[in-house]
């Protein structure tokens, strides 16, 4: 089993960008997807995109096409969500996971003026 | 992108009972389909996944089925631990998506 752990909370502003680190440790890292997956305050699961760092080609869902940049450091074992034109309905939990299997604790993003 | 549609939104069941949660998906994804739990406050746990396949650690009277566009989720006999929401992921196809989920309240 591969531990993820993911960078701490953040508050935002509105219109700024945010980038969520999540460290993966005691297993394969390169060769799986490393998917970011988000929830808003009582909402439901939203996968935002993912990459397969060997790859390192990532896809997206189109709602966060353009906003959203997703990388990984194979070096590190370390993957990034990176998050722009923040506004107030990307508050959200915001996961990282290791093929759906093994997930990162969570990231809460705030975004208030 | 692939919609996923899952229903019910919400039922409300008893301990020892059956409960059946459906997926369908706008087109054809085979069998990429899987099925997670997750309870409050924290993160998702797999329970199925390539539509049948049950996770290592997963109590068997979780199962899945379906195939093409049209999955199920059943657990035979509702224990306490079971209430929690659940949701469907199609991973057939990039981007990869989830059903609304369903939430399993006694």
């Known amino acids: 089993q591969v531990q993820l752990v993911q960078s701490g909370a953040e508050v935002k502003r509105p219109g700024s960008s945010v980038k969520v680190s999540c460290k993966a440790s005691g297993g394969s890292f390169s060769s799986f997807t490393i998917s970011w997956v988000r929830q808003a305050p009582g909402q439901g699961l939203e996968w935002m995109g993912g990459?397969?760092?060997?790859?390192?080609?990532?896809y997206y869902a189109q709602k966060f096409q353009g906003r959203v940049t997703i990388t990984a450091d194979e070096s590190t074992t370390t993957a990034y969500m990176e998050l722009s034109s923040l506004r107030s309905e990307d508050t959200a939990q915001y996961y990282c996971s290791r093929d759906g299997v093994d997930w990162g604790q969570g990231t809460l993003v705030s975004v208030s003026s | 992108d692939i919609q996923m549609t899952q229903s019910p939104s919400s039922l409300s069941a008893s301990v020892g009972d059956r409960v059946t949660i459906t997926c369908r998906a706008s087109?054809?994804?085979?069998?990429?389909l899987g099925w997670f739990q997750q309870k409050p406050g924290k993160a998702p746990k797999r329970l199925i996944y390539?539509?049948?396949n049950l996770q290592s650690g997963v109590p068997s009277r979780f199962s899945g089925s379906g195939s093409g566009t049209e999955f199920t989720l059943t657990i035979s006999s509702l224990q306490p631990e079971d209430f929690a929401t659940y949701y469907c992921l199609q991973h057939n196809t990039y981007p990869l998506t989830f059903g609304g989920g369903t939430k399993v309240e006694i």
């Open positions: 087109q054809d994804i085979r069998s990429g």
């Open positions: 390539a539509a049948s």
């Open positions: 990459i397969i760092p060997i790859f390192g080609t990532a």
